[in-house]
């Protein structure tokens, strides 16, 4: 069997002469169920050669239209054509298009309305940098040119270039203020590190944030400590995009970081930030895990892991009820049980459980010390119906930079090209690229609130 695609242009005289795209062959049986329908390597065939096709009768029908000098009233005629190649995404197309001279004063001018240095459509460079914020620039290179008839932009070098462009943009663009006044908006900011690819330069320090409104509207934001994208411009961009009046009422999370609280004050958030609870829920999850791998090879030490493993849990409700000031006393019991699982043969060594537990301990001990002033009783919140953090579950610097900037790839990163691509995956989250994008990840990330790390 055998098929000949054909295309008809409609113009205002009806149908004119008619091209033929392609031929499609197809075996008569199905003995082979490859055989059935388009192949991929067909559809994008089909897809460069209806593209080349119409643009190529767009280019022909612009042509024709002439400018108006600007200089004096003379007639522009055709001086000659150059060509003009654009990438598109269903292939590379060339337009022949021309330039002319006016007749009276000889100016050189270039085709009505043609912008100048265009050299990809913007659906292109959306979905380029689309994928370039979820996945790694050569992930991103592959899959379009797997699925796509791309010629262009095919290397992941020209893709991070491209990309990073966007991102520049982006930096530039101007939040609409939202019609709708919020009436209570909470802002998360938390901070988190990539490598860097600098020498002598271990890592940088991202800051990531989230605002959600009581109405479900919701933005995030991020930029790479002094690489010239200001934070504290963005909170307030932010904010106003989700409808911040005089009369809303703010509440702030932090990860504990000081340096975020004074980002928040600077940004306007007078509110003093709560230490969010997510942070507190990642530790105490870390300590009963540890807790819960200590051996019971003896009586006693059945006997000490049971008690840790309650005071653990004892701690966890102390805190989530707002009584750290009570912690001092589950780490003290644990501390009182903690050496019958002394003395094993790799006691030395980090690895070792009772280790790990007193390192885990230590460290939340001296966590609760250093935030006491920002913790608040989450369980009463929580059970006024109030946040004890942001909505994204992973946390705000996990979703939007470890994913993709992740640490245990090894990716090395340089300051600018980080931040750039940041706002590129805030871009893409907040739909501020392009059209159709934005939200992506609400209906994922809302199921389960934070409490399901406190429950
Ligand atoms: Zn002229």
Redesign the pocket.
């Known amino acids: 069997m055998a098929w000949m695609l054909r295309l008809v242009k409609i113009g205002v005289e009806g149908e004119e002469p008619c091209t033929d795209i392609m031929e499609i062959r197809r075996p008569d049986d199905l003995v082979d169920i490859a055989n059935l329908g388009l192949t991929l390597a067909e559809a994008k065939l089909l897809l460069a050669g209806v593209q080349r096709e119409i643009v190529a009768a767009q280019a022909r029908s612009h042509a024709v239209r002439r400018p108006e000098?600007?200089?004096?009233?003379?007639v522009?005629r055709v001086k000659d054509y150059r060509d003009h190649a654009v990438s598109t995404l269903f292939g590379q197309v060339t337009l022949r298009l021309p330039r002319f001279r006016?007749?009276?004063?000889?100016?050189i001018e270039a085709g009505v309305g043609w912008p100048p240095r265009c050299r990809s459509t913007p659906e292109l460079d959306r979905l380029q940098a689309h994928l370039c914020a979820l996945m790694t620039y050569r992930t991103a290179a592959d899959l379009l040119e797997q699925m796509f008839p791309v010629d262009a932009g095919k290397h992941h070098e020209t893709l991070r270039r491209h990309t990073l462009k966007v991102g520049e943009a982006l930096g530039d663009y101007v939040a609409t203020r939202s019609e709708t006044a919020a009436v209570a908006i909470v802002v998360t900011l938390d901070s988190t590190f990539i490598r860097s690819c600098v020498e002598g330069e271990r890592h940088l320090e991202v800051r990531v944030g989230n605002v959600e409104t009581e109405a479900g509207g919701r933005q995030v934001f991020g930029a790479v400590a002094k690489a010239g994208t200001d934070i504290r411009a963005l909170i307030r961009r932010t904010l106003d995009a989700v409808g911040q009046t005089e009369g809303t009422a703010l509440t702030a999370f932090t990860d504990g970081c000081p340096g975020l609280r004074r980002i928040l004050a600077d940004a306007g958030v007078s509110t003093p930030p709560m230490l969010e609870w997510f942070h507190i829920a990642m530790r105490l999850q870390h300590l009963k895990q540890i807790a819960s791998a200590l051996p019971v090879d003896a009586p006693a030490r059945v006997e000490a892991k049971a008690v840790i493993v309650e005071e653990v849990e004892r701690l966890h409700w102390r805190i989530w009820n707002g009584k750290a000031q009570d912690a001092q006393v589950s780490i003290n019991r644990i501390r009182a049980v903690r050496h019958h699982f002394q003395g094993e043969p790799d006691q030395r060594r980090s690895t070792a459980p009772s280790r790990k537990l007193w390192t885990a301990l230590h460290a939340l001990d001296g966590y609760l010390t250093g935030q006491s002033a920002w913790l608040v009783n989450y369980a009463e919140r929580h059970r006024a119906g109030l946040r004890v953090g942001t909505a994204i579950t992973e946390g705000t610097a996990n979703f939007l930079v470890n994913r993709r900037m992740n640490k245990s790839q090894q990716m090395r990163w340089s300051r600018r090209g980080a931040d750039l691509l940041l706002q590129v995956q805030c871009g893409v989250y907040n739909g501020t690229l392009g059209s159709g994008f934005g939200q992506k990840f609400h209906p994922a990330n809302d199921l389960c609130p934070p409490v399901a790390i406190a429950a």
Do not use: K, M, N, W
């Open positions: 000098c600007p200089r004096c009233d003379g522009c006016c007749a009276a004063c000889s100016g």
